[in-house]
């Protein structure tokens, strides 16, 4: 189907819109990719700071071995060496703010670096009762962020005292970094059981790291985020550029595809120049028989005229009237040229000679003259069909006079739809039935007026202004030489001309 449709490069708007969908796209694809990485550095920090953690988690469980062994070593009445030990830790690691060694009989004295509540002695005393060998992890209940461990000492049966250090979660985290303070960071560092010990900006939500602290006695729970907004996605800068890159390419992609597409175009056009030459030169070749008995009047007045003239020159001389002899002479002469220069007019337009018969595919006549007759029917605003089989519909005929066949009839139907507002329409149909190729070409237009039916194949005889009156005509005798038939067929509106043509077996193709 033929339409003005035009193509992307040609229109502003559809170039456009193809420009925001690629842009939308790299934006995309550039959010997706800023999104990564922003994971991936924060999987990379949490990593680094889970590190961290564990390495000091277990500093704490060596404190730990290391006081209890010296609180069971010396005496029970002298600590002065475990809170030597005791206070050294504190001071060497500020995290550790409470070191207690309880007494779990009431002959031992207990020892601590500072002070103890008597809520608190009851509570590492039973818990270290408690304790069958772990140590016993639980929330401070004197201060936020911290939390208690507890160990017996010796870790036996025949404990004496209950360990407790008193640890700062906060403090845990000191020299991870400048990056765990800001405001989009989400970080919650708790106790097994999920009892928050540090959180900073925490939402369930927005967690996309968790992992347990790999120790025994302090299996923390660390989990942190990042509360990623739309400039972390598309920052500024990046977005600019790759903007600019894409309109770039984009415009470089647009401009190499308008080039092609011209080339195409050229080519193209080429062709179809081509086509219209040959097939001009083959309605020169095949009108030639029907002009010339048009023309024939043409040759024989002046054949008439030279026969008059030389009777009467014959007569002049038997008469012996010599002086009127020349102006006879000169009239016969001028009326020879004029049948000279008819014959060479004649002889020239005929040129080159007529192609041989040869079987060839009828659809591809019909696709050279749907090419041929697009503008033309652009130009008529008419819409014309071709429909064809999807197998090869073969014909013995001369492939050149085929198309003058399908073009004149074509060309009439378009032009017999001039002043339709852009509702003519053409269909031009190609079917295979048995041994025959059946083609229709119908138009909805005003039809064939029936006062003209009966000449409408005859020579000369139109219906349009400055027609020749012979493409009928022509393509009647073109169609009848290969044994075929031209007829006007009455199906509905408009008019509708049948070409059917014999058609010929592969088998018998590949036998000639």
């Known amino acids: 189907m033929i339409s003005r449709q035009r193509p992307l490069y040609d229109n502003p708007y559809l170039s456009i819109l193809v420009w925001c969908l690629l842009a939308l796209l790299a934006c995309g694809i550039l959010a997706m990719s800023e999104h990564r990485a922003l994971i991936n550095g924060l999987t990379e920090k949490s990593n680094a700071l889970y590190r961290l953690i564990s390495q000091r988690v277990s500093q704490h469980d060596a404190h730990l071995t290391a006081l209890s062994a010296i609180a069971s070593a010396h005496g029970e009445r002298d600590h002065s060496l475990f809170l030597d030990v005791a ?3 504190t001071h060497f690691y500020p ?3 409470d070191v207690q060694l309880v007494a779990l009989d009431t002959h031992v004295a207990s020892a601590g670096i500072a002070p103890l509540a ?3 002695e009851k ?16 929330p401070d209940p004197r201060q936020p962020h911290h939390y208690l461990l507890i160990k017996r000492s010796p870790n036996t049966n025949l404990a004496r005292y209950g360990l407790m250090l008193a640890i700062d979660a906060e403090k845990l985290l000191d020299g991870a970094g400048a990056f765990w303070l800001r405001p989009d960071v989400v970080l919650r560092l708790s106790l097994p059981d999920g009892q928050p010990l540090v959180s900073y900006h925490y939402a369930p939500e927005l967690i996309q790291f968790s992992k347990s602290i790999g120790s025994t006695s302090q299996p923390l729970l660390l989990e942190t985020g990042l509360n990623i907004g ?3 996605l598309l920052p500024l800068l990046p977005m600019a550029l790759m903007l600019v890159g894409v309109t770039l390419i984009y415009l470089a992609a647009l401009t190499a595809w308008r080039l092609k597409a011209r080339a195409h175009a050229a080519a193209a056009q080429a062709r179809v120049n081509a086509l219209e030459s ?20 043409e040759l024989t007045q002046p054949l008439t005229a030279i026969l008059a003239q030389t009777q009467a020159s014959k007569r002049l001389i038997t008469l012996g009237k010599f002086d009127a002899l020349e102006s006879v002479l ?29 079987a060839f595919d009828l659809r591809e006549a019909l696709h050279n003259v749907q090419a041929l007759l697009r503008s033309k029917a652009i130009a008529y605003g008419v819409r014309i069909t071709f429909s064809t089989p999807d197998k090869p519909v073969l014909v013995m005929a001369d492939p050149v006079e085929m198309e003058q066949v399908v073009f004149n009839l074509a060309r009439n139907a378009i032009e017999a739809l001039e002043g339709q507002n852009s509702h003519g329409r053409v269909v031009v149909v190609l079917k295979q039935k048995a041994n025959q190729a059946v083609l229709d070409v119908s138009d909805n237009g005003p039809g064939i007026a029936p006062e003209i039916r009966d000449q409408l194949f005859a020579p000369f005889a139109t219906t349009r202004e400055g027609g020749t009156g012979l493409g009928l005509a022509l393509s009647k005798r073109l169609v009848e030489r290969i044994d075929g038939e031209l007829v006007l067929v009455d199906e509905g509106p408009g008019a509708t001309f049948r070409v059917v043509i014999p058609c010929i077996a592969p088998r018998q193709e590949n036998e000639r």
């Open 330 to 358: 000169d009239s016969t002469m001028a009326q020879a040229r004029r049948a000279s220069s008819i014959l060479d007019r004649f002889r020239n337009w005929s040129r080159p000679q007529r192609a041989p018969v040869l």
């Open 278 to 297: 040959r097939l001009a030169h083959a309605s020169r070749v095949n009108a030639l028989g029907e002009m010339a008995s048009g023309l024939t009047h």
């Open 123 to 138: 509570l590492v005393y039973s818990t270290a009762n408690a304790l069958t060998g772990k140590v016993a992890l639980m």
């Open 118 to 120: 008597p809520e608190l």
């Open 87 to 89: 206070t050294s830790i």
């Open 230 to 232: 739309w400039a972390d």
């Open 95 to 97: 995290r550790i703010d």
